[in-house]
């Protein structure tokens, strides 16, 4: 007797089978399984961007690892593609999702959000294959990013990394405005620096590094 048994969920299951002898006694059996699915690895713990600049644009990777045997295919979703799904997706389906997002026209009151966006968002995994995923994040204004991650193996298990990122503008200041010299002679020429009593001095009193220049 040759039976083919094929699960779409994971877990154990089992499966009654009847069989008829012709001018004789039915005879049943029973299938039991123990049925699971790839497993993907993540070598992150947590999505941490830590402290960041407003209006910027920062990379991290995600390094994931299929470490069964099996073919594995998985999909990464934030909040944006969160409708994503195994039944819509193909190979080519997130990237095409994608660009047509980027094409439509952002409302006025969504230009100053901040935006989390990953690459690819679907991806086929062969038997202990390693794959990298990209996840960008575009600050606009000065916040606090708390989000999220979902990483779903089909037939497997999803896996959830929070995303952390603290967004700051750098706060610096100048010790005066105005500087007094006095009488000066004309054709002459006065420093006005360090050792100056008018010294000009710019102080970074925030978190990150300032650059500046002056006309």
């Known amino acids: 007797i040759e039976v083919v048994v094929k699960s ?21 059996f029973e299938i039991l399984g123990h049925f699971i699915g790839p497993r993907i690895q993540i070598n992150e713990k ?3 961007f830590g402290l960041v ?15 069964t045997d099996i073919e594995a295919e998985v ?9 994503l799904t195994f039944d819509t997706v193909n190979p080519g389906y997130a990237e095409l999702l994608h660009d047509l997002e980027e094409m439509e ?31 960008t994040l575009q600050t606009s204004k000065q916040e606090t990013v708390e989000d999220y991650v ?28 105005l500087v007094e010299l006095g009488v000066t ?8 620096d360090e050792k100056h009593k008018h010294a000009l001095v710019l102080t970074n009193s925030g978190n990150l590094d300032a650059h500046f220049e002056v006309e």
């Open 150 to 177: 979902e990483v779903d193996t089909k037939y497997g298990e999803t896996q959830y990394l929070a995303v952390y990122a603290e967004v700051q503008k750098p706060h610096v200041h100048l010790n005066q405005s």
């Open 105 to 135: 026209a952002v409302p006025e009151k969504d230009k100053d959000k901040t935006k989390i966006s990953i690459a690819p968002e679907y991806k086929k995994l062969l038997p202990h294959e390693t794959a990298t995923v990209l996840i």
């Open 75 to 83: 999909l990464i979703k934030t909040l944006k593609n969160k409708k």
């Open 8 to 28: 779409r969920r994971v877990g154990e299951h089992r499966a009654h089978f009847v069989g008829t002898i012709e001018d004789g006694s039915p005879f049943s």
């Open 46 to 48: 947590n999505v941490e």
């Open 185 to 192: 002679y004309a054709g002459l020429q006065y420093r006005v």
């Open 53 to 67: 600049k407003a209006k910027g644009k920062y990379n991290f990777t995600l390094n994931l690892e299929n470490t």
